[in-house]
C-alpha cells in the first residue's frame, strides 16, 4: 500500500479563521513533508520532517505552523491566512532510509481557498 | 534559481503520436531523477524514474532517457492517448547525507495535451 491521505479534501476559510490540515500515511515512512502548490506550477516545498522532528523549514510565514504528533500523522495548522495563500497544500512521505533518496509518494492534496 | 529546467511548457500531440519532454539540471550531486504525472485537482504520481548509472529505463508506454554527461533527461511517451493529458513534473534529488532528506528539486511542469 502506497498510500497517503489528506483530510479535508477541500477548505474554505476567512482570514481571521484557524484551521488544520491533516495527512497520514502507515507505509512506515519516516519523513514527511508539506508543500504548496499554485496552479500551473510545481510543488514549493515548505516544511520536512525526519523521524517526527522539524528539519527542513524552507521560510515559511509563521501563520503555517507544522506539527507531527506521531511517525504517522503530519498536520498544517493554519492561522490569519492571506488570500495569496489559497493554493492546493500536499503531503509526501518517503521511506527516509539513511543514504539514498527515495521514492516520495504524494497524497491527493487539500484544496484550500482563503477569503 | 531554477535548478532543473524542463521545456516545453506546454504540448500538443496526436493520439497515437510521440510526447517527448525534455529537463536539464547543473548540479552533478543530483543523483535520482523521477517524473510525476499529475491530473487537475490530484497530487503528482510518481511515472517512472531513473538513476545515472543507466541511459534508459523503460516501463510500457513510457521511457526515460538519460545522458549524464549532457546532464539531461528526457521522458518520452509512446502511443500517446487522451488519457495521457496531464501536467508532468521532472525532478531531480540529491544524494541522501541526511541533510537533504531526499528533496525533490522540480523543474515548471509540460502541460500535455492529447488529441483523439
Known amino acids: 500500500d502506497t498510500e497517503v491521505t489528506q483530510t479535508p479534501k477541500h477548505l474554505v476559510m476567512g482570514m481571521t479563521n484557524k484551521k488544520s490540515l491533516k495527512c497520514e500515511q502507515h507505509?512506515?515512512?519516516?519523513?514527511m513533508y508539506w508543500y504548496k502548490q499554485k496552479a500551473k506550477k510545481p510543488p514549493e516545498l515548505m516544511f520536512v520532517?525526519?523521524?517526527?522532528?522539524?528539519?527542513i523549514n524552507e521560510s515559511v510565514p509563521s501563520r503555517f505552523s507544522p506539527e507531527c504528533p506521531n511517525s504517522s500523522l503530519l498536520n498544517l495548522h493554519l492561522h490569519a491566512l492571506q488570500p495569496e495563500d489559497s493554493a492546493l497544500y500536499l503531503c509526501?512521505?518517503?521511506?527516509?532510509?539513511?543514504?539514498?533518496?527515495?521514492?516520495?509518494?504524494f497524497g491527493p492534496g487539500t484544496r484550500l481557498l482563503v477569503l | 534559481q531554477q535548478q532543473v529546467k524542463q521545456s516545453p511548457q506546454s504540448l500538443i500531440v496526436q493520439k497515437g503520436g510521440i510526447s517527448i519532454i525534455n529537463c536539464a539540471y547543473e548540479?552533478?550531486?543530483?543523483?535520482?531523477f523521477p517524473w510525476y504525472q499529475q491530473f487537475p485537482g490530484k497530487g503528482p504520481a510518481l511515472l517512472i524514474a531513473?538513476?545515472?548509472?543507466?541511459s534508459e529505463k523503460k516501463e510500457g508506454r513510457f521511457t526515460i532517457s538519460f545522458n549524464k554527461s549532457a546532464k539531461q533527461f528526457s521522458l518520452h511517451i509512446m502511443d500517446s492517448q487522451p488519457g495521457d493529458s496531464a501536467t508532468y513534473f521532472c525532478?531531480?534529488?540529491?544524494?541522501?547525507?541526511?541533510?537533504?532528506?531526499?528533496?525533490?528539486?522540480f523543474g515548471r511542469g509540460t502541460q500535455l495535451t492529447v488529441w483523439p
Open positions: 520532517y525526519s523521524y517526527e522532528k522539524l528539519s
Open positions: 531513473i538513476r545515472p548509472d543507466v
Open positions: 509526501a512521505s518517503i521511506q527516509g532510509g539513511p543514504l539514498r533518496t527515495e521514492t516520495q509518494y
Open positions: 548540479n552533478t550531486a543530483f543523483d535520482y
Open positions: 507505509m512506515g515512512h519516516r519523513a
Open positions: 525532478a531531480a534529488s540529491p544524494f541522501d547525507r541526511g541533510s537533504t532528506l531526499g528533496r525533490l528539486y
